[in-house]
T-cell receptor, first 113, second 115 residues
Framework: EDQVTQSPEALRLQEGESSSLNCSYT??????LFWYRQDPGKGPEFLFT???AGEEKEKERLKATLTKKESFLHITAPKPEDSATYLCAVQARTGAGSYQLTFGKGTKLSVIP | DSGVTQTPKHLITATGQRVTLRCSPRSGDLSVYWYQQSLDQGLQFLIQYYNGEERAKGNILERFSAQQFPDLHSELNLSSLELGDSALYFCASSVVAGVGGNEQFFGPGTRLTVL
């Protein structure tokens, strides 16, 4: 069974204080690892897809990296508007045409001015 | 705005009742997914449709069913509702296809409250 574990559950940072969120996974054949941002009461917003170990992607203050067992979301000099829950999900190589995501429970990030 | 629309935004009903949630995917997307999000369980995959056909099932209860219509919109039907069915229900869509991963874009969700 595919499993995704995110840590920490919650993280409070001062504005400008860089940090990393962790996503560890076990999956039988990784097709892709996805990062989403979710604001309270809203739908998840797509951030990145990573496909293979060693891959990195960046968007503004966010950078996602991938190894064979985990992914990190690095946040550089965060601002209060980066406060949200960050979700990690994996897509496994299951039956043909089957593309569901298995999500972790998320890391709730609070950035204090 | 992801381009995925869901109606209604909020739904309040009583135990034992039946409700229908509606989703319109992004233009050009053939695949629709339904997810349930509750406080203790996180986002859980329910079911996937591709171009009108069911492709995958997750932890979907027998009281729940879904379908995708020729115009590609989808409906999720929840019946014999219980208090524990109260949650946010999200629809997502993707192009899908072939090799590689695929990005799923989520709608704003329907908040279901069962009293």
């Amino acid at each position: 069974e595919d499993q995704v574990t995110q840590s920490p559950e919650a993280l409070r940072l001062q504005e400008g204080e860089s940090s990393s969120l962790n996503c560890s996974y076990t999956v039988s054949g990784l097709r892709g690892l996805f990062w989403y941002r979710q604001d309270p009461g809203k739908g998840p917003e797509f951030l990145f897809t990573l496909y293979s170990a060693g891959e990195e992607k960046e968007k503004e203050r966010l950078k996602a990296t991938l190894t064979k067992k985990e992914s990190f979301l690095h946040i550089t000099a965060p601002k209060p508007e980066d406060s949200a829950t960050y979700l990690c999900a994996v897509q496994a190589r299951t039956g043909a045409g089957s593309y569901q995501l298995t999500f972790g429970k998320g890391t709730k990030l609070s950035v204090i001015p | 705005d992801s381009g995925v629309t869901q109606t209604p935004k909020h739904l309040i009903t009583a135990t034992g009742q039946r409700v229908t949630l509606r989703c319109s995917p992004r233009s050009g997307d053939l695949s629709v997914y339904w997810y349930q999000q509750s406080l203790d369980q996180g986002l859980q995959f329910l079911i996937q449709y591709y171009n009108g056909e069911e492709r995958a099932k997750g932890n979907i209860l027998e009281r729940f069913s879904a379908q995708q219509f020729p115009d590609l919109h989808s409906e999720l039907n929840l019946s014999s509702l219980e208090l524990g069915d109260s949650a946010l229900y999200f629809c997502a869509s993707s192009v899908v296809a072939g090799v590689g991963g695929n990005e799923q874009f989520f709608g704003p969700g329907t908040r279901l409250t069962v009293l």
